[in-house]
């Protein structure tokens, strides 16, 4: 029980996605303007996340690794997700379309979304059981859910802000993305020790 | 367009990380020894040109509903072969890539190229378009890499550099580093393209994250269309 | 119809095509990739324990952060150790010949550059050289980066439980 809350905690906290492994920029950077549509974005991360990777642990275990077909675990993961993707967004839209209506435009965009794939390849490299692959895979999420959230709300003081034209835009996004990720460098060799 | 223009736009004026500012993941992820940038390039490289090139061959057959996921089936399978092939022959540099180099597959300038260039386009254009933006990457990540290097770490491709291996700033190799380092460079790229009038559509209407990501795609003025 | 029929063909074929590929490419290099594998982790069991030449790896009960444990032919055993540090896992690998410890190496680790990686890379390891269960606790902290020395120390404390362990089964 212990490792699972140390394995969800590093991965809300120490090693963020975005913040410190730098996956997931995209949708970081392009989707974090406003407060709504990055929940939106990060409630349909976390979902996916959870949903690819109770596919993919299974895949890779039961299936490839039994096999010898370990080495295909790129192109069948990608597939998998797309897939999902997909078939979630068929049965949001037939069954909830208010979830969908909500959700809906941030889907397409998680099939390139390096922090899906990462996270799915990140539970097989790291050697996870399924339950710490799933919670290392809420936690994941989570922590690009609290990263997002938070840099909306810097965000929206930066639009307000008067900025040296060279730097307006993209430049001031990204240095005061280095400050918000410098505030999680605090957080290494916390965890370990609340339960040492 | 000629051959010449063509290889050098990636380069420069459509840089795809400096001025596209596509591929940030691994611009900030690798971007911590000179040595890992080359080979995070070169890697990027080979499986950009070989997907331009088939994809490019293969533009007549694939039909156009099938054509995403048939993209994805090609780039990953070159992106595994490159893997495969860094772990027999590079290890050292399979092992400083790490995580980073399957998600090749997702950087979004292979994707792009392929959706925006090479699947309208003739083999041998589709092969320099692919070696320019390649090059384009690899420069950018280098230039990175460099400022990285040299500062962070005070040293240049390992080697201890005067004065400054004593007086390093680590942050500059840590997360905070990379993201700051990457906002000054697209600062600059601002500042000495300022006098230029900025290039509409360069062609981010094709990215999958078109339609909710006004910041990425170089037109950080307009509103969302969410 | 045919409008379903084709895309269904060609992604189909892509899809073998690529596997072929991937299957004749992964045949190539599998065996070389096993046994680049091999040579690193035989010349880190060497540089740890260079008096040994040949590593039986034992199997069995070992204390949790112990990953690997290996024999050596003159009676000392090296031992693969990972544990939490600062900033991620840390991987290290040391021998113990005769209670006392004779190098420790790390292979990987993610501690922050320039406080934490002094604790990891550099001399510090060496000034363990020697040690043994009783003393090696003696050996000071690196100012500033208590958490990955704590973390260092912890790892060594593994390895000297499973030696105990190991030795006393062997002369059971």
Request: proline share 4%; aromatic share 8%.
């Amino acid at each position: 029980m212990t490792k699972l809350i140390i394995i969800l905690l590093s991965a809300v906290f120490i090693n963020n996605y975005v913040l410190s492994r730098f996956l997931g920029i995209c949708p970081f950077l392009g989707v974090s303007k406003k407060l709504d549509s990055a929940t939106g974005m990060s409630l349909a991360v976390i979902f996916v996340m959870l949903m690819a990777t109770a596919a993919t642990w299974p895949i890779q275990t039961y299936l490839l690794d039994p096999n010898g077909l370990g080495y295909l675990q790129t192109i069948v993961f990608i597939l998998v997700i797309a897939a999902l993707v997909q078939l979630v967004e068929i049965v949001l839209k037939r069954y909830m379309p208010s979830l969908h209506k909500s959700l809906g435009v941030y889907l397409p965009l998680i099939t390139t979304n390096c922090a899906v794939l990462g996270v799915t390849i990140l539970n097989i490299d790291e050697g996870y059981t399924f339950p710490e692959a799933m919670v290392n895979s809420l936690g994941s999420g989570l922590g690009f859910f609290l990263a997002m959230v938070m840099f909306s709300g810097v965000r929206s003081v930066l639009e307000a802000s008067d900025v040296p034209k060279s730097f307006r835009g993209l430049p001031i996004t990204l240095t005061a993305a280095a400050i918000v990720s410098l505030s999680f460098l605090g957080f290494g060799g916390v965890i370990e020790n609340l339960f040492a | 367009m000629n051959t010449l223009q063509n290889f050098s736009k990636g380069l420069v004026r459509e840089n795809p990380v400096l001025v596209l500012v596509l591929g940030t993941c691994p611009t900030l992820a690798t971007s911590t020894s000179i040595v890992n940038a080359l080979g995070m390039g070169a890697a990027a490289t080979v499986v950009l040109l070989c997907s331009n090139v088939v994809i490019s061959a293969l533009r007549k057959v694939i039909p156009d509903k099938v054509r995403i996921p048939c993209y994805i089936v090609l780039i990953a399978g070159f992106v595994t072969m490159v893997q495969m092939l860094v772990k027999a022959f590079a290890p050292a540099l399979d092992a400083a890539l790490g995580i980073y180099l399957p998600l090749i597959v997702v950087n979004c300038i292979i994707l792009g190229r392929a959706e925006m260039f090479a699947n309208k386009n003739k083999i041998f254009d589709s092969a320099v378009d692919a070696l320019g933006m390649g090059a384009g990457f690899t420069l950018a990540l280098s230039l990175m890499a460099l400022i990285r290097e040299v500062f962070g770490n005070g040293t240049f491709f390992g080697m201890p550099v005067p004065v400054l291996s004593d007086n390093h700033m680590s942050i500059l190799t840590m997360a905070p580093g990379g993201f700051f380092v990457f906002g000054l460079l697209i600062a600059a790229v601002n500042k000495f393209s300022a006098h230029k009038p900025k290039k509409k559509n360069f062609g981010c209407t094709d990215c999958p994250s078109a339609s909710v990501c006004p910041q990425a795609c170089g037109s950080g003025e307009e509103e969302a269309h969410d | 119809m045919k409008d379903i029929i084709k895309p269904i063909a060609v992604l189909g074929t892509i899809c073998l095509i690529v596997t072929a590929l991937l299957a004749y490419i992964h045949s190539v290099t599998a065996p070389i990739i096993s046994a680049a594998e091999q040579k690193t982790a035989q010349e880190a069991r060497l540089e740890v324990m260079p008096a040994a030449s040949i590593f039986d790896a034992v199997h069995g009960d070992l204390p949790e952060g112990v990953t690997e444990a290996f024999l050596c032919d003159n009676g000392g055993y090296v031992f693969q150790l990972t544990i939490r540090g600062y900033g991620g896992d840390i991987k290290l690998m040391c021998g113990v010949l005769d209670g006392k410890l004779t190098k420790i190496k790390t292979l990987s680790h993610n501690e922050t550059s320039g406080i934490g990686s002094k604790v990891v890379s550099g001399d510090y390891g060496n000034s363990f050289i020697g040690k043994t269960e009783s003393d090696y606790l003696s050996v000071d902290s690196v100012s500033g980066a208590t958490i990955s020395s704590t973390a260092y120390k912890k790892a060594l404390e593994t390895a000297f439980e499973a030696y105990d362990q190991l030795t006393k089964e062997a002369t059971r």
